[in-house]
Each structure stands twice: as structure tokens, then as C-alpha cells.
């Protein structure tokens, strides 16, 4: 993952927050995979809110350091697992690099 990517979320993914938690519900044609939910903690529910197609993931790192007092390099690694995990169950897509 390059920090200067985009990324958006799918339109096929809905989120709810409950409490302090944010569910990710992919919206699939399969009955067996509308059964799948992702839960986010306090921070990857932050990371998966700041991504809105239009912010650069360097950016999205910059916030959480800011946000979570947390060193750049922890953030950015953190970060990059994370994207990658949204981008293999589809819920973001790159947009630019």
C-alpha cells in the first residue's frame, strides 16, 4: 500500500455504529454471505471513517497519530494491515495511487 492511495468504501457494505463498535454488513447476492459481519474497534471504525475517496492514506495516518497520540510508525503500520484487510473482504477499493 502506497500512503499516497485513495480509497473509497463499496456501496455493498453497510455500516451501523452500536455503542462503541462499528458493524460492517456486506450487502451480497448469497444468502451465506449476508450472514457475515466485521466488527470494528474504536480505532478501525476511525480509519474506516476517514476513508472517503477523496483523503490519501498518509492522511488518514496523520489523523490517528494525532487523534490516538501514537507514534507515526505504529500508525502507519496499523494502518496498512488494516486497509489491507478492507481491501480483501471488499468493503474499500483504491481509487488513485
Not at 29 to 55: C, F, H, P
Not at 62 to 91: G, K, M, N, Y
Amino acid at each position: 500500500m502506497d500512503l499516497d492511495s485513495v480509497y473509497a468504501r463499496n456501496d455493498r457494505v453497510v455500516s451501523r455504529k452500536i455503542i462503541d463498535e462499528l458493524i460492517l454488513v456486506p450487502i451480497r447476492q448469497s444468502v451465506a454471505e449476508m450472514e457475515t459481519l466485521y466488527t470494528l474497534n474504536e480505532v478501525g471504525a476511525r480509519v474506516y471513517d476517514l476513508i472517503d475517496g477523496k483523503r490519501p492514506a498518509r492522511e488518514i495516518v496523520e489523523a490517528i497519530v494525532t487523534e490516538f497520540d501514537v507514534a507515526f510508525e505504529t500508525a502507519e503500520s496499523d494502518v496498512r494491515e488494516f486497509i489491507s484487510q478492507l481491501l480483501q473482504i471488499e468493503s474499500i477499493r483504491e481509487i488513485a495511487s
